[in-house]
């Protein structure tokens, strides 16, 4: 069985039907030579076995969320007309960090033949909302807006193609601009971090930091692996330095 056959058909459940399923397809035709799809099947059923035997296992798969990622990275990294070297190097470096080198090359593989392909945001963001948790959404936007800001400038077109997942995801306002004041460093920053105004009263300070330390704790992704930890983590950190700033400014 070869890696890639091996990886694609490990982890993966939601996607690999519907349009993120005809996406792959066309992903793979460019090497279809090298995939087999009966080994496809068997390995499908291997995991599976594994799955419905160990409670362990998390009930979105580590790959859909891998898939996801690859996908709608797709869409952003093409939102000013052209594609960025250092956005291309971002989305690598990020899968050799959460996934090591031969799985990351496998992703990257396919992600280099779904970059070539239109693809409707709003069918594929249909099919991710219908089988994510609010909580993988977040951090699908959080990874968005890292790839955006990799060539040291988030512009425009690249924002409202964030913008118009988040909405098609069922991300509102708040959470989105909560998000995207993440990655930029502005006077009131913080405050949209909380998802408060700058008039806010210390114990309004006090309350949306507790709400928004329980909307990202890491732990509401451990279903999805150790390796999408990291991610939840810096996101979790700037609620925090977010928190201490307003603190120290008051302090409270």
Same mark, same amino acid.
């Given at each position: ?33 090298? +995939?087999?799809?009966?080994?496809? #099947?068997?390995? %499908? $059923?291997?995991?599976? =076995? ?34 960025? $070297?250092?956005?291309?190097? +971002?989305?690598?470096?990020? +899968? &050799? ?5 031969? %799985?990351?090359?496998?992703? +990257? ?5 779904? !970059?070539?392909?239109? *693809? ?16 993988? =959404? ?10 955006? #800001? ?8 690249? *924002?409202?193609?964030?913008? #118009? ?26 405050? $949209?971090?909380?998802?408060?105004? $700058? ?5 309004? !300070? #006090? ?5 928004? !330390? ?6 509401? &992704? =451990? ?26 400014? %008051?302090?409270?």
């Amino acid at each position: 069985m070869s890696s890639f056959s091996k990886w694609l058909g490990a982890g993966l459940g939601f996607t690999l039907g519907g349009p993120i399923g005809a996406i792959i397809g066309f992903g793979i035709g460019s090497f279809v030579d090298e +995939f087999n799809v009966e080994d496809l #099947k068997t390995e %499908r $059923k291997t995991y599976q =076995r594994r799955v419905n035997n160990d409670s362990s296992y998390a009930n979105t798969q580590s790959g859909d969320f891998e898939i996801s990622l690859l996908v709608l990275a797709s869409i952003v990294i093409k939102a000013d007309g052209k594609i960025d $070297k250092r956005e291309l190097d +971002f989305v690598r470096s990020q +899968f &050799l960090g959460m996934y090591g080198k031969q %799985r990351a090359n496998n992703a +990257f593989r396919l992600f280099k033949e779904i !970059v070539k392909k239109q *693809v409707s945001a709003r069918q594929v963001c249909i099919q991710i909302r219908q089988h994510t948790t609010h909580a993988s =959404r977040l951090q699908l936007i959080h990874f968005l807006f890292g790839i955006a #800001k990799a060539d040291e400038f988030v512009n425009e077109q690249e *924002v409202e193609e964030i913008k #118009k997942i988040a909405g098609y995801l069922y991300i509102n306002q708040y959470d989105f601009e909560s998000i995207k004041a993440m990655f930029y460093d502005a006077s009131g920053n913080v405050y $949209k971090i909380l998802e408060i105004e $700058k008039t806010a009263s210390n114990d309004e !300070v #006090k309350k949306a930091y507790r709400r928004m !330390v329980k909307k990202y704790h890491p732990d509401k &992704l =451990r279903d999805l692996g150790d390796e999408h930890l990291k991610g939840a983590k810096e996101k979790f950190q700037s609620i925090q330095d977010a928190y201490e700033k307003i603190k120290n400014e %008051r302090g409270i």
